[in-house]
């Protein structure tokens, strides 16, 4: 059976039907643009500004609907039971701070920016939970996505207990 084809207005090439998204406002209940060429231009338009906050709000109005609330629980029980240390370590830390037993600092360890910082372990030892790297979101997402060993250097030099 030969597979009917469509033209991809963006890339300019025939493809299977089966490569084009449904919709109801064309003729031929098919997108103009093949799947590729869609995900290609939502990609660039939520790297604008104006795209990045209209899809943050789409995320957020999600998060809000009840099956926005069931896929983040969903969400939290699968990074619980692949990551069981580190919500006993971020738990045992928050409960230090509240209980008075570690005073968090109002600025960076890192950067020295002013803020309320986050606590960075490194490592989820049971001896290592109140041994933490205080430093703001943006030091803190840069640690982690420096990965593995390569961060060292900088959160020893910063540690407190």
């Known amino acids: ?19 084009f998204h449904k919709s109801r406002a064309t003729y031929d209940g098919l997108q103009s643009r093949c799947k590729q060429c869609g995900a290609e231009t939502i990609q660039k338009y939520k790297a604008t500004p104006h795209g990045r906050s209209i899809y943050k709000k789409a995320h ?3 998060m809000k609907s009840p099956k926005g609330k069931i896929a983040s629980l969903k969400h939290y029980a699968k990074y619980k039971e692949k990551w069981p240390a580190r919500i006993i370590a971020s738990k045992r830390l928050l409960r230090a701070i509240q209980g008075g037993k ?3 600092p109002s600025s ?6 002013q803020c309320k910082p986050e606590g960075h372990h490194l490592s989820y030892a049971p001896h290592h939970y109140l041994a933490v ?10 640690l ?3 990965g593995g060993r390569k961060h060292e250097d900088i959160s020893r030099r910063a540690v407190h207990t």
Do not use: A
Request: net charge neutral; glycine share 4%.
């Open 102 to 104: 570690v005073i968090r």
């Open 108 to 113: 960076c360890s890192i950067c020295g920016t």
């Open 144 to 146: 982690h996505s420096l």
């Open 133 to 142: 790297v205080w430093c703001c979101q943006f030091c803190h997402n840069t």
């Open 60 to 62: 957020r109005r999600f």
């Open 1 to 19: 059976m030969i597979e009917d084809v469509k033209f991809c207005g963006i890339c300019e090439t025939e493809k299977p039907m089966s490569e």
